[in-house]
């Protein structure tokens, strides 16, 4: 988190005319060491700060010089602003440092600033696997991302699954990184669309401002387009019983497909699994008969058995 940090006492240096480093340690919640430390990393990168010793000494910018937050890059953003949205995984105290900062900012700058914060989400579940494989970044992340926080459409060069591409203008709303893969959620004539940035192929922002309705939220918005793609990939689904020490278990197998009820009379819990087809889920569940029993649907639980059957054949 140190870039990060280095960009907030910056801006804590433009917000006041002067600072020590026991109130940069104060206000980013750090050690007075660390908080000299990083004042003389600005110094060093070029930053045009200098200390003045002695009664009433501490940091200051040369000439009361500013950075002009309007100007910063894609990347320079999500390397500040990012981390102090909702969707940040950074620490409690940095998004708290940084969300004062942000409001401490001059009016034309704010608006960016916290459009920046809520620009994007961080789902860090992957579609249907339980490792997170790493990724460079795909191509047109930062042009989108720069053209989410200034609020323009996009005219889009995209690639289908099959590998067919068209060409269409969007009102870009905000970017989800999920997983290892990034996506882009757009509004279109066509109503809300999203798109897998890594088949974007072309990326040319507009002058024309973003139609961004009132109401919108990513996280939630992202929430309902989650919860759509996961119903397309496992549209089967199970009711079964679970023992309460199984629960667990079920959750770190399953995620996103396991929705726990209320509990039965002999106390075990009732759950709704999804899956993509009756014998992969069957195979599935089968290693899991000491917690677990399938109520719904018999095919289901018939496949268990022959399973079973296979089992005891094999291994007898």
């Not at 998004?95 to 960016?112: D, G, H, I, N």
């Not at 459409?153 to 989800?176: C, F, M, N, S």
């Not at 197998?253 to 009756?278: K, P, S």
Request: proline share 5%.
């Amino acid at each position: 988190m140190r870039t990060d940090r280095l960009v907030a006492v910056l801006l804590l240096l433009q917000r006041r005319e002067q600072v020590t480093a026991a109130e940069v340690a104060r206000e980013l919640e750090v050690s007075e060491r660390t908080a000299r430390r990083d004042l003389d990393a600005l110094a060093m990168a070029g930053v045009p700060v200098y200390a003045t010793q002695g009664r009433g000494g501490g940091w200051r910018l040369v000439g009361g010089a500013r950075t002009d937050l309007s100007g910063l890059t894609a990347s320079e953003a999500r390397a500040l602003f990012l981390v102090a949205g909702p969707a940040s995984a950074a620490t409690p105290a940095v998004k708290a440092a940084l969300r004062k900062l942000v409001q401490a900012l001059p009016e034309p700058f704010r608006a960016q600033a916290e459009a920046a914060a809520s620009s994007w989400v961080m789902d860090p579940r992957q579609w249907g696997a339980s490792h997170i494989e790493h990724r460079p970044p795909p191509r047109f992340l930062d042009a989108l991302q720069d053209a989410v926080i200034r609020g323009v459409q996009v005219r889009l060069g995209y690639v289908d699954g099959k590998d067919a591409e068209t060409k269409r203008t969007v009102h870009p709303l905000g970017i989800v990184a999920k997983g290892p893969a990034w996506y882009l959620v757009t509004h279109t004539e066509a109503g809300r669309r999203t798109f897998r940035i890594d088949r974007v192929s072309s990326a040319d922002a507009t002058d024309d401002p973003v139609n961004r309705p009132e109401d919108f939220d990513l996280a939630a918005s992202w929430r309902e387009i989650a919860d759509e793609i996961e119903r397309r990939r496992t549209p089967l689904e199970i009711q079964a019983l679970c023992t309460p020490d199984g629960i667990g278990i079920l959750r770190i197998g399953l995620g996103d497909r396991l929705d726990v009820g209320g509990t039965t009379a002999d106390g075990r819990v009732e759950v709704v699994i999804r899956g993509r087809d009756e014998y992969t889920l069957a195979g599935e569940l089968s290693g899991l008969v000491e917690w677990l029993e399938v109520t719904d649907p018999p095919s289901v639980r018939h496949h268990l058995a022959s399973i079973g059957d296979a089992l005891l054949e094999r291994y007898r």
